[in-house]
C-alpha cells in the first residue's frame, strides 16, 4: 500500500449506550473517542492505545507506515507545535474542520444498511453477534479489534466495511481467532478482516487463524496471515465442511502437521475461488500450502499456491484419498523436503484443468507426485509442468501405482540430479496414457524425456520429444515416428529468461506441432487438434488472472489488430490488462 498523502477529518460519533472504557471499566464520551483518517486506501482507526495493524503500540492516527507517538500530517514534524498546526495544503485545522462540518462525510458503515455497528453500537465484535439475530447485517468500522470470536450457528453477515488492509482481528487468548462450529451454512458470511496472531491450545489443535467444524459458511475478501496450529491447518481448519472462500490471500501461516495455509478433512466439498496460498510452511505430514484429506471432494478455481514449504511432501499441495477439481491454477515456487515440490496426489482420483506446476523443488518428483491412486483416473488436460528440479528421480513428475491420463500438455525444461525420469518416472505404474504432449529440454542421467520402470508400457500417441539429453527414453523404445509420435523442436514463441512461469509456450507460426495433434480430437476453432498446452477443445480456456477474457491459443504473437475484438486476452497474469485496456 502506498504512503498516504492527506487525510480527511471525519465527524466522531458516539454510542448512545454507556462506554467501556480502554481500561476496561464503565466510563464517558472521554473514554470513547475514536479517531477516523481515511486514506487512498481506505480507512485506519486509532484510540488512545491503540496498536495498529503492524504491531507497534500507537498514540496517534496513522501515519502511512512511520512509527511515531504523534500525528503526522503529510510528513510534518510530529514534534511541530499542535496549537498552530499546519496540513499538507498550507491551511490551519480549523478551516479544514470547518469544511468537514460543511461536507459531512459518512463514516464507513454509515452507507449500508447495518442493523449494528462495532464499535457504536457494541465495543467488541462478539458482543454484536451475541445479540445479533439470523438475516441481520454486523457492519465492523477500521481498526485493530483483540478477541477471539464465534459466530454461534448463527446466519448472519459480519462485514469489515474497509476492507482487511484496515481492519483486523487478533486473538487475546490461545485457539483459533474465528470460529464456525455449530452448524454455520453459506448464508453466514465473514469478510472484509485481516485474521492474525491465532496460535495453538490445548484444548484446540487446528485451525489457528480460522476453524470450521460440520459448517460450511461463506469467507470472502480476507487476509489469514501469521497464524500457527498445533496440528492442521496454520491458517484455515476446514472439518467436514463445504465452505465457500472467495478473494482470501492466506500467507505466512505455520502447522506442526499438515496444511501449513489451509487444511480440509473429514468430507466435505470446500470451493476455493480466486484465492492466493502465498508462503506457508508445514513442518508435518504435507502440504506447505494446502492438504485436503480424506473423503473430500475440493474445488479449486484460480488458485495461485506459490512459496510455500513442506518438511514433508507437497510443497505447495497435498491430497490423500481425496478427490480434487483445480482449474485454472498456478502452482509455482514451492518446496517439499520429500516428494512432490509442487504437488503431490495420494489415492487421489483428481483432475487437473489449465493448471501451471513450475518452479518447483524437492528430493523427490521436483514438479507433481501421482501415487497409489490405483483405477482411479486422474487426468491432466492443458497443463503446464516446467522449470521444476529434484533432487532425486523426477524432475518434473512422477507416476507410482495409478492410472493416469495426460492430454495436451507440455513438460518442458525440468531435471534430476538423481538417476531416472528428467521429465516422467513411470516408477511401478499401472497405466499412463500420454496424447498430445510435449516433452522437451528435460536432462537427468537415465530417461530424460521419460523412464520406465516395473511398470506397464505407457501408451504414447501424437506426442512430440525434442531435446532431452542423452538417453531421452529409459526402460520403454523410443515411441517417435509411430503412432504419430514426432521427434521435433516444437518452436515455442519464448524460452528465454530464467523464471519458467514467464515462459510462453504458444507454438510459433511455423512450429511443426500444429493440426498434428490426436485426430480424436480438435482445435477450438474445429481444425484438427495442435500438440501441446493450447491444443485441444480447451486450448482456448486458459484464464489464470480471472478477468473473465481466455488467453489466446492461436499459433504466433498476439494480434492486436484482431484478437481483441475476439475477446482473447493478451496477458494472462494481470487482470487490469485485457481486451478494452491494454490489449
Not at 200 to 225: C, E, K, M, Q, Y
Not at 471 to 498: K, Q, R, Y
Request: charged fraction near 20%.
Amino acid at each position: 500500500m502506498s504512503e498516504p498523502t492527506g487525510a480527511v477529518d471525519i465527524p466522531m460519533r458516539f454510542s448512545s449506550r454507556a462506554p467501556i472504557g480502554l481500561d476496561g471499566r464503565k466510563g464517558g464520551p472521554a473514554d470513547w473517542i475514536v479517531l477516523f483518517a481515511c486514506f487512498t486506501g481506505g480507512c485506519w482507526m486509532s484510540h488512545p492505545g491503540w496498536i495498529e495493524p503492524d504491531g507497534d503500540a500507537r498514540d496517534a492516527v496513522h501515519d502511512g507506515g512511520a512509527d511515531a507517538d504523534a500525528d503526522v500530517d503529510s510528513g510534518a514534524d510530529a514534534d511541530s507545535d499542535a496549537d498552530a498546526e499546519t496540513d499538507s495544503d498550507g491551511d490551519s485545522d480549523a478551516a479544514d474542520d470547518a469544511a468537514a462540518e460543511d461536507v459531512g462525510p459518512p463514516l464507513p458503515c454509515d452507507s449500508l444498511a447495518a442493523d449494528l455497528v462495532v464499535p457504536d453500537d457494541f465495543l467488541t465484535i462478539q458482543e454484536a453477534i451475541d445479540a445479533a439475530v439470523d438475516g441481520q447485517l454486523i457492519c465492523v468500522e477500521p481498526g485493530l479489534y483483540v478477541g477471539r470470536i464465534d459466530f454461534l450457528g448463527k446466519r448472519i453477515h459480519v462485514v469489515g466495511f474497509a476492507g482487511p488492509d484496515v481492519t483486523t482481528i487478533e486473538p487475546d487468548g490461545a485457539g483459533a481467532v474465528v470460529r464456525f462450529v455449530t452448524g454455520e451454512t453459506a448464508e453466514t458470511i465473514f469478510e472484509g478482516f485481516t485474521v492474525r496472531g491465532g496460535h495453538p491450545s490445548f484444548l484446540g489443535l487446528d485451525g489457528g487463524g480460522i476453524l470450521v467444524g460440520s459448517a460450511s459458511p461463506t469467507l470472502r475478501n480476507l487476509t489469514i496471515r501469521e497464524n500457527r496450529s498445533r496440528n492442521s491447518g496454520g491458517g484455515v481448519a476446514l472439518g467436514n465442511s463445504s465452505a465457500t472462500l472467495v478473494g482470501l490471500e492466506i500467507s505466512n501461516n505455520e502447522s506442526t502437521g499438515a496444511g501449513g495455509g489451509l487444511s480440509a478433512g473429514a468430507g466435505g466439498s470446500p470451493t476455493l475461488t480466486d484465492v492466493r496460498v502465498v508462503g506457508n510452511e508445514s513442518f508435518g505430514d504435507g502440504g506447505g500450502g494446502l492438504y485436503f484429506d480424506r473423503d473430500t471432494s475440493p474445488t479449486l478455481i484460480r488458485v495461485r499456491v506459490i512459496g510455500n514449504e513442506s518438511f514433508g511432501d507437497g510443497g505447495g499441495m497435498e491430497a490423500s484419498a481425496a478427490v480434487c477439481r483445480l482449474t485454472n491454477v498456478v502452482i509455482a515456487g514451492n518446496r517439499a523436503r520429500n516428494e512432490g515440490g509442487g504437488i503431490k496426489l495420494d489415492e487421489a482420483a483428481s483432475y487437473l484443468d489449465h493448471v501451471r506446476i513450475v518452479d518447483n523443488q524437492s528430493n523427490h518428483a521436483g514438479g507433481i507426485a501421482i501415487t497409489d491412486s490405483g483405477w482411479n483416473e486422474v487426468r491432466l488436460t492443458n497443463v503446464v509442468i516446467a522449470g521444476n528440479h529434484a533432487e532425486g528421480a523426477s524432475g518434473g513428475m512422477n507416476v507410482n501405482n495409478s492410472e493416469v491420463v495426460l492430454e495436451n500438455v507440455v513438460i518442458v525444461g525440468n531435471a534430476c540430479s538423481g538417476r531416472s525420469g528428467g521429465g516422467i518416472r513411470n516408477h511401478e505404474n499401472l497405466a499412463l496414457t500420454m496424447t498430445n504432449v510435449v516433452v522437451a529440454g528435460n536432462r537427468s542421467d537415465l530417461g530424460g524425456a521419460v523412464a520406465s520402470e516395473r511398470s506397464y508400457d505407457p501408451v504414447i500417441s501424437n506426442c512430440a520429444f525434442w531435446d532431452n539429453g542423452f538417453g531421452p527414453f529409459d526402460g520403454l523404445a523410443d515411441p517417435t515416428g509411430h503412432d504419430g509420435n514426432i521427434s521435433v523442436d516444437p518452436l515455442f514463441l519464448d524460452l528465454s529468461g530464467t523464471d519458467p512461469l514467464l515462459w510462453d509456450l504458444h507454438l510459433q507460426v511455423a512450429s511443426p506441432l500444429i493440426h498434428a495433434g490426436s485426430a480424436g480430437l480438435s482445435d477450438p476453432d474445429g481444425a484438427p487438434s495442435s500438440i501441446g498446452a493450447y491444443g485441444g477443445l480447451g486450448g482456448g480456456a486458459w484464464d489464470l488472472d480471472g478477468d473473465a477474457a481466455a488467453e489466446w491459443w492461436q499459433a504466433g504473437a498476439y494480434d492486436p489488430g484482431a484478437y481483441p475484438a475476439a475477446g482473447w486476452d493478451c496477458d494472462d497474469r494481470d487482470p487490469a490488462v485485457h481486451p478494452g485496456s491494454g490489449c
